[in-house]
């Protein structure tokens, strides 16, 4: 029974790993197409705040995205930053909940719905993202270890027109 246990493990632990079809590491890119990541806030009220994604181009070349995993949130829309082409760019946006009770109070706090728990279909550490992209018909998985965190940048507030 306890061999049967641990096969049964064994093999759901090897079926998500067998969706990777490809493993890089950032620090094997050129120092202009290493990947990172880079939190941003908007500077206006209900401008939201999230996370920018930088991608060598060269994971997507002569495919088609389908998605991009990365902490927990899955992005299906990527865009060149340059005209150069060897950079890529994906944006998550984090949920604006105005709903949200923030009081002293804790028993008006206990409104708040949990947020869901969703699905995600790899364990990424922080520094890790799922590239997904067709390639002569099939769905490739890319996963890209190592991504550096640079600093946030805080977009400065709006003024009103006059």
Do not use: H
Not at 93 to 116: A, S
């Amino acid at each position: 029974m306890k061999y049967l246990i641990a096969l049964a493990c064994l093999a759901l632990i090897s079926c998500n790993s067998q969706k990777i079809s490809a493993t890089k590491k950032a620090e094997n890119y050129n120092l202009n197409e290493r990947p990172y990541a880079q939190e941003w806030l908007g500077g206006a009220p209900g401008s939201g705040s999230g996370i920018d994604l930088y991608l060598p181009a060269s994971l997507i070349l002569n495919a088609e995205l389908q998605a991009v995993y990365f902490r927990n949130m899955t992005s299906t829309q990527l865009r060149f930053t340059n005209n150069i082409k060897n950079m890529t760019v994906t944006r998550f946006n984090q949920p604006i909940n105005k709903d949200l009770v923030m009081d002293i109070d804790q028993q008006k706090e206990m409104q708040n719905t949990p947020p869901e728990a969703l699905d995600f279909p790899f364990p990424l550490e922080d520094d890790e993202a799922v590239v997904e992209v067709k390639r002569d018909g099939k769905s490739e998985y890319i996963k890209v270890t190592g991504i550096e965190y640079k600093e946030p940048i805080a977009y400065p507030e709006m003024r009103p027109e006059k």
